[in-house]
C-alpha cells in the first residue's frame, strides 16, 4: 500500500499556456485530495514553466484542512531560493533532486560523491530543522544508499523512467529487479522509499508487487494524460487503487 501523491505541473503547465488562468492549480489540487490521493507533489522551478512561486503558498493554503492526513511534497534543487520556499511553506515532506535549474526534467538521481555530499548535506540539515522529512531523488542503485544514509536524509525517491521505458518496450524485468534491490537496501536502512517518474496504471502493478512497502508514489505527466480519456477524479481513484489506497 503506498500513498498517491498528484503531481500538479503539468495542470500548472497547460493554465500557463493562455492568461486566463484556467485549469486553477488549486482547484485541481482539492480535486486530487477528495478523489482519493494522499496528497500532492510540485516542482517549482526557477524558470517558472509550470509550477509558479506563487502558486506554492495557495497551495499550502489548500492542503490545510486536509492536514496531516494528506501530505505537501515540495521537490527542488537544494539552493537558497528553494529552501526559502521550504521556510515559507513547511511542506511535510521536501524531495531534493541534483538537476541544475535550466534542466528539462527530472531523469538522474543524486549519485553523492563529494562534490554532492558537500552540497546536499548542509540543506539536508536546514530542511530537516524546519521539521521537513527529507527524500533525496535517486537512481535504482543499491550502493547509493549508504551515502544516503551518512547524508542523513530520512528517504529515497527510486526514479522508475528507465523501467516505465523498459516496460514499454517489454523487457523491465532487469530494471524492475534493480529498483527492488535499492528498496529492500534502503529500507533495511530505515529510510523512507519512495517512486517516481513515468509511472501509470499498467507498469504500477509490477512494482507494486517487487516493493510492497512503498510508501508513496509521486505521479503526475502519465495521470494528467490518462485524465484526458478517463477525467481527473477518475483517474487519481484509478491511480489510488492501484497504490492499493
Known sequence: MARLSVNLNKIALLRNSRRTGVPDV??????????????????????????????????????????????????????????????????????????????????????????EIALATPAIAAMKALGCRVILFIDPDPAVIERVVQSRADGVEIYTGAYAAAFRDGGHRPMLDRIAETAERAKGAGLVVNAGHDLNLHNIPPLMHAVPFLAEASIGHELTAGALEMGFAATVAAYAKALGT
Open 26 to 115: 488549486c482547484r485541481f489540487g482539492r480535486l486530487a485530495l477528495e478523489a482519493g490521493a494522499r496528497g500532492l507533489t510540485v516542482h517549482p522551478r526557477p524558470d517558472e514553466r509550470h509550477i509558479r512561486g506563487s502558486d506554492v503558498p495557495m497551495l499550502t493554503a489548500v492542503m490545510r484542512p486536509y492536514r496531516p492526513a494528506m501530505e505537501f511534497n515540495i521537490e527542488g534543487y537544494p539552493d537558497d531560493r528553494f529552501l526559502k520556499i521550504l521556510h515559507d511553506n513547511r511542506p511535510e515532506q521536501a524531495t531534493l533532486v541534483p538537476d541544475a535549474p535550466e534542466a528539462f526534467t527530472s531523469e538522474e538521481g543524486w549519485k553523492l560523491d563529494a562534490a
